[in-house]
């Protein structure tokens, strides 16, 4: 009942809280006879590891990944899994807990602090504990070893919207979203992303952001109808991800606004015989099953909760207080929530495969 795994034949557990000496995952069910090397993860880690722009918080964690278990290492340092749990270690170097003492029996607006209390009846309040976005840096070593089981599925992820911000999509360049600190697909909207977060920064606020995740070369058939859709599963993974607050499937709540015309992925023969679609508003998915077409999923992130702006709160004893937070925070949580959604939809998609071989084979 402590609700820490995910998936059901590739199962995911997380463990550690934020300023605890590691956080880590430990991988169940992922094939034998997968090979990769470490440095696969600790790219992946990499690109969610903190501190690597002024847009950013500025904890120095080096994200260095140990992997304890699961496989065996041949001279050239080429990993080849066993079929047992992966074990995935990442040890906490940076942290100061000293910067939460002011907030230790108070309540921050907008964070899980008071949840926690309401739950559990104890809070970790250094960085927030478990429902820290230090968590992330877990789930990211893990939808590295995921992708080994979906070989031919292409996954990218781009930040498409920051606050009142959104790109234009005729300027979508892929390759752009490597290039700025944003992982932003367009130079335009990702430079005026620059001096808006600049000026939130340095007041000390925050602001939301919305991602996009796009998984490509998924084979038709893959996901199961009612209890197991693809995209309600995709759609609990995405919501999993700290500060989440909504998630969509390819035209998502904007299907509401259409007609039956407008909505309809009309078929036509592609030019090999096999069947192709028009357009993609069901976002790769129907019926809980994958179409063939790119799954396109979006989801929002909410403003980081902990800011210098004094709000209205109470603490434990139920007293009336002000809250402020000082510390290492993101200004835009959302920018490192990017490679989390590339690793959540990998670990979707192989548990997924996994559960289709295991009842129509392949």
Not at 158 to 181: F, K, S, Y
Not at 345 to 354: E, N, S
Request: glycine share 12%; with cysteine.
């Amino acid at each position: 009942m402590s609700h820490n795994t995910f998936g059901h034949l590739f199962r995911v557990t997380t463990f550690g809280e934020s300023h605890g000496p590691a956080i880590g995952a430990v991988v169940d069910g992922c094939p034998p006879r997968l090979s990769f090397r470490r440095e696969d993860v600790q790219a992946a880690l990499d690109r969610r590891r903190p501190g690597q722009s002024r847009f950013t918080t500025q904890r120095r964690e080096p994200d260095e990944v140990e992997i304890l278990s699961g496989v065996i290492e041949a001279e050239d340092g080429t990993l080849t899994t066993t079929g047992t749990p992966i074990a995935l270690m990442i040890r906490n170097v940076d942290q100061r807990s000293k910067d939460y003492s002011n907030i230790a029996r108070s309540f921050r607006p907008g964070h899980a602090d008071f949840t926690y209390i309401a739950k559990y009846g104890v809070r970790d309040h250094r960085g927030g504990g478990r429902s820290s976005a230090r968590e992330t840096a877990s789930r990211v070593a893990a939808g590295a070893i995921a992708s080994l089981v979906i070989p031919g599925v292409e996954i990218s992820a781009a930040l498409v919207a920051m606050g009142e911000i959104e790109i234009d999509r005729a300027r979508w360049d892929w390759e752009e979203v490597d290039r700025n600190p944003f992982f932003c697909p367009d130079p335009v909207a990702a430079k005026e992303m620059e001096g808006y977060l600049d000026g939130l920064r340095k007041s000390g606020s925050s602001v939301g952001a919305t991602i996009e995740v796009v998984a490509e070369g998924v084979p038709p058939g893959l996901g199961a109808p009612i209890y197991g859709k693809l995209d309600a599963e995709l759609a609990s993974a995405l919501m999993s991800i700290n500060a989440v607050k909504g998630v969509e499937i390819g035209a998502g709540m904007a299907a509401s606004r259409l007609t039956g015309e407008q909505n309809a992925d009309e078929m036509r023969v592609g030019p090999d015989g096999e069947p192709i679609f028009l357009s993609n508003n069901a976002g790769g998915v129907l019926g809980g099953i994958a179409t063939g077409q790119p799954i396109v999923a979006r989801f929002a992130v909410k403003p980081t909760s902990s800011i210098l702006t004094p709000k209205q709160s109470l603490n434990e004893a139920g007293e009336e207080v002000d809250v402020s937070t000082k510390g290492r925070h993101d200004p835009c949580v959302g920018i490192r929530a990017v490679p989390v959604g590339e690793a959540m939809m990998a670990i979707v998609l192989a548990d997924q495969t996994l559960r289709n071989r295991g009842q129509n084979g392949g």
